[in-house]
């Protein structure tokens, strides 16, 4: 009885002296970014635009070599169907051009990360076990403040709220006569949701039955992880979009590429300790 009790004492005091050296690394890397990523704020607002009409004036070098070579001409006028169609892909007055074409190469980039969180998901068995591991760990530090916390967090990614939320902000924009910024965002919030619904039909994961909050959904992927992302990103866009002031436009950039990823970091750790769900795979989602 003695040496199990000692056996189980020396097994919990090694867990904790591993968590707790993890935890002070986590910090001190959070730390680090905090201070890498307001060393680079400062350098933008006061060299960011220079750098800026800097990389302007050489796009618009290269291209003027470019129109004014013969041996570029010639072959573009051999091919005007194909330079036809690359020139209405860059046009920023209309939404089929430059504003498509970036959000077609982000849907590639984002659908080449998810397939590649699917295959671990299918071949990664020690992942899995880690996962089952982290939950169990969670299950057993969880208690009521925390929980409550976290409840708060979780809600600010519900539909509940996102939905009238994004009412709200197409009556804005069409009362600003904004009408080319609707169609976009309707697209990032409503197809970010319709991703999500697909994507829990697909794979099925389901949820621990011992979870504080009672939710009947898969739980891969995040619908809060990715909601928030899709409809708060597509938010501090259009603030950093219509504002006059340089300063402004920093501050909200690096707001908002904060808070999104952090929010989505955060809602990996409020489905673990609420919900019991996956961290690797939700934090990756």
């Given amino acids: 009885m003695w040496i199990g009790s000692g ?3 020396a097994q919990s005091l090694s ?3 591993t968590w707790l050296s993890r935890l002070g690394m986590s910090l001190m890397v959070i730390l680090l970014l905090i201070i890498l ?8 607002f006061h060299h960011g635009r220079s750098l800026i009409h800097f990389g302007k004036s050489l796009l618009q070098s290269f291209s003027t070599a470019l129109k004014t070579n013969p041996g570029v001409m010639t072959y573009v006028r051999r091919h005007p169907a194909f330079f036809g169609f ?8 209309q939404f089929s051009g430059i504003p498509l074409t970036l959000l077609g190469l982000a849907f590639l980039y984002v659908l080449a990360l998810f397939g590649g969180i699917i295959e671990d998901l299918i071949t990664l068995d020690p992942i899995v076990y880690a996962d089952q591991n982290v939950a169990q760990i969670i299950a057993a530090l969880r208690n009521q403040p925390v929980i409550q916390t976290f409840i708060w967090i979780t809600k600010l990614g519900m539909w509940q709220l996102l939905l009238p939320l994004l009412g709200i902000s197409v009556l804005i924009l069409i009362s600003t006569q904004r ?5 976009p965002l309707l697209v990032s919030s409503i197809g970010s949701a319709v991703f ?9 994961r389901p949820r621990p039955a011992d979870s504080v909050l009672l939710e009947h959904s898969y739980s891969f992927p995040s619908g809060h992880a990715t909601l928030v992302v899709a409809f708060y990103g597509f938010l501090g866009y259009l603030l950093i979009r219509h504002s006059s002031q340089w300063s402004q436009r ?5 707001i908002s590429a904060i808070l999104c990823p952090a929010y989505r970091n955060q809602s990996a750790g409020t489905g673990c300790l609420l919900y019991q769900y996956s961290v690797p795979y939700t934090t990756l989602a």
């Fill in 7 to 9: 056996y189980l004492f």
């Fill in 15 to 17: 867990l904790a002296a």
């Fill in 37 to 44: 990523l307001w060393f680079i704020k400062q350098r933008v």
């Fill in 86 to 93: 690359m020139k209405k892909r860059v046009q920023r007055q």
């Fill in 179 to 183: 009408y080319l910024l609707v169609l």
């Fill in 196 to 204: 999500v619904l697909l994507g829990k039909l697909a794979f099925h």
């Fill in 250 to 254: 920093v501050n909200l950039f690096f």
